[in-house]
C-alpha cells in the first residue's frame, strides 16, 4: 500500500461532548474544511472495545501517574494507518502537558516482511533509547502476504503462516512488557476489499489471542469505533486508511482504554 503524506491536527478543545480539531496541512495538499467536529461519546467507549475488561487492572502493575514535570512517555508504532492514529494520539495527549508521544510508525510497513522492515529489532532500539511507559500499536494491513518459515514459503492463513506471524506478534508484545512498557495492540479497521477484510480479520483474532492474559497487554478492537469502510467521514475513498476525523475517534477510544485499564485519570486533569 503506498504510504500517504501525513496529515497533522494542530489542536483538539473538548466543548460540551464534542471535539473540536483544527487542521493544518503541509504546503502542496488540497485544503479541507477550517474546522472538523468529532462527537464525543457519551457513554464510556471500553464498553465496545473488546478489552478483557473496561474496569479490571493488571495485579502488580500501579496505576500509571503521570506529571507535568514527569509526564507519561507514550511509543506509537505502526504502519500507514499508525500514522494516522499516531497523529491524532500525540495531539490529545500532548496537549494536557502531562504526555509525551513520539510516532515511529512507518508506511508500507509490518510484520510479514522484515526485509523491508524489521519491527521486533526496531522496536528494541526505541524500548532502550526512550524506555516508553505505553506502547500503542496499530498494524498489518500490509501483511496480508508470504512468509517463511525456516527456509519454506508459508502463504497468508495457511496453518504455518499463522503460527510464524503469531510468534511475531509474541515477540512484539513480549519485548515491551519485558522492558517495562504497557502494550495497546490496537486491531485493524474494517476494509472495502473484501480479500483484504477477510485478511484482517485473521490477523486481528491473532493479535487478540497473542495479548490475552499477557499483564500489561490489551487488545482493542478498532471495528465499534470505525464499522463501515465506506463511511468517508471516517475513511478515505481507499477503504482503508483513516480521516482526520476517523482517526480523532480512535485515538479517543484508545486514550480511553488506558484511563479505564490502568488508572491514567487518577492523575489527569479534568
Known amino acids: 500500500m503506498a504510504n500517504r503524506q501525513r496529515i497533522v491536527l494542530g489542536g483538539l478543545v473538548a466543548v460540551v461532548g464534542s471535539v473540536v480539531l483544527f487542521v493544518s496541512i503541509s504546503p502542496g495538499r488540497p485544503a479541507p ?11 464510556p467507549v471500553t464498553r465496545h472495545l473488546g478489552v478483557r475488561s473496561s474496569t479490571a487492572t493488571d495485579p502488580g502493575l500501579p496505576p500509571l501517574a503521570p506529571t507535568t514535570a ?11 494507518l499508525g500514522i494516522d492514529l499516531g497523529d491524532q494520539l500525540q495531539s490529545q495527549l500532548d496537549r494536557s502537558g502531562l504526555a509525551r508521544t513520539i510516532m515511529a510508525s512507518v508506511g508500507d510497513s509490518g510484520l510479514a516482511n522484515v526485509s523491508f522492515y524489521n519491527w521486533p529489532a ?33 502463504a497468508p492463513g495457511s496453518p504455518a503462516w499463522t503460527s510464524a506471524y503469531a510468534q511475531r506478534v509474541g515477540e512484539v ?13 490496537v486491531g485493524m479497521p474494517p476494509m472495502a476489499n473484501p480479500d483484504l477484510e477477510a485478511a484482517m480479520q485473521r490477523e486481528n483474532a491473532i493479535y487478540q489471542r497473542q495479548t490475552q492474559g499477557v499483564a500489561g497487554a490489551l487488545y482493542v478492537a478498532s471495528a465499534p ?3 463501515n469502510a465506506a463511511d468517508l467521514s471516517l475513511r478515505t475513498p481507499d477503504g482503508v486508511h483513516l480521516t482526520p476525523t476517523g482517526a ?14 490502568w488508572h491514567l485519570s487518577r492523575a489527569a486533569p479534568a
Open 122 to 154: 526496531r522496536l528494541s532500539a526505541l524500548l532502550a533509547s526512550d524506555h516508553p511507559q505505553v506502547v500503542v500499536v496499530f498494524m498489518g494491513a500490509n501483511d496480508d502476504q508470504g512468509l517463511y518459515v525456516g527456509a519454506a514459503p508459508a
Open 70 to 80: 514527569s509526564p507519561l512517555r507514550v511509543l506509537e508504532i505502526g504502519d500507514s
Open 225 to 227: 469505533v470505525l464499522p
Open 248 to 261: 480523532a475517534l480512535l485515538a479517543r477510544a484508545v486514550i480511553d482504554v488506558v484511563e479505564a485499564r
Open 33 to 43: 474544511s477550517a474546522r472538523v467536529v468529532v462527537a464525543r461519546r457519551t457513554t
Open 173 to 185: 508484545v513480549r519485548e515491551a512488557t519485558t522492558a517495562g512498557a504497557r502494550v495497546v495492540w
